[in-house]
């Protein structure tokens, strides 16, 4: 059974705070990792797809980076702000297949 | 771009019925559509992935005859919850992805709250 799992399972930083969060997921068969934030109420907004070991994405004051040998990623917001508060999800998906396997899901909570 | 709408976003219903839960691709044609479960504190659980005009195949554990996927269109799939019972109550999710979409990219429905009583 493929596992995917992230830590922490919640966070409450303040506003400015740089924090940072841990999807580990199986190292072999890997195809692509993806990373989702989902605010309450919405739809997953896909933030990162990232394929390559070694490869760092960014997009404003997020970022992520790829180790696919030791299977994990970590997702980076620098200087937190409240609208940053959401679920962030990571999925991992293996090869030979289109599926999606899920971690949990990290919890933030931005305090102003 | 890449916007999927799902209907409705709660759904409180009797137990014995059947409720239908509609996804669809607003602005492009979803070859494939998943949708997935989600109890309290646990991850979203993929239920069966369907393919434009042809049979939904689904997850180990998921029965087929109580859960109805149809992917008769490539804008539109439901999923239907038959006979439903309180422990059927969960928050459910559809995804789609596109002819061009790469990586196994999925765009996501808001879901929907079930609630059997």
Redesign the interface.
């Given at each position: 059974i493929l596992n995917?799992e992230q830590s922490p399972q919640s966070l409450h930083v303040q506003e400015g705070d740089s924090t940072n969060f841990t999807c580990s997921f199986p190292s072999s068969n890997f195809?692509?990792l993806?990373w989702?934030r989902w605010e309450t109420?919405?739809?997953?907004e896909?933030l990162f797809?990232m394929?390559l070991n070694g490869d760092e994405k960014k997009k404003g004051r997020i970022s992520a980076t790829l180790n696919t040998k030791e299977g994990y990623s970590y997702l980076y917001i620098k200087g937190s702000q409240p609208e940053d508060s959401a679920t962030y999800?990571c999925a991992f998906?293996g090869g030979a297949t289109?599926?999606?396997?899920?971690?949990?899901?990290t919890l933030l909570a931005v305090q102003p | 771009g890449a916007v999927?709408s799902q209907h409705p976003?709660w759904v409180i219903c009797k137990s014995g019925t059947s409720v239908k839960i509609e996804c669809r691709s607003l602005d492009f044609q979803a070859t494939?559509m998943?949708w997935?479960r989600q109890f309290p504190?646990?991850?979203?659980?993929?239920m069966a992935?369907s393919n434009e005009g042809s049979k939904a195949t689904y997850e180990q554990g998921v029965e087929k005859d109580k859960f109805l996927i149809n992917h008769a269109s490539l804008t539109l799939s439901t999923l239907t919850v038959t006979s439903a019972h309180p422990e059927d109550s969960s928050f459910y999710?559809c995804s789609a992805?596109g002819g061009t979409s790469?990586?196994?990219?999925?765009?996501?429905?808001?879901?929907t709250r079930l609630t059997v009583t």
């Open positions: 995917v195809y692509a993806h989702y109420a919405k739809s997953p896909a797809v394929t999800l998906g289109n599926k999606l396997i899920f971690g949990t899901g | 999927v976003s494939t998943f997935y504190k646990q991850s979203l659980m993929l992935t999710i992805r790469s990586h196994y990219e999925q765009y996501f429905g808001p879901g």
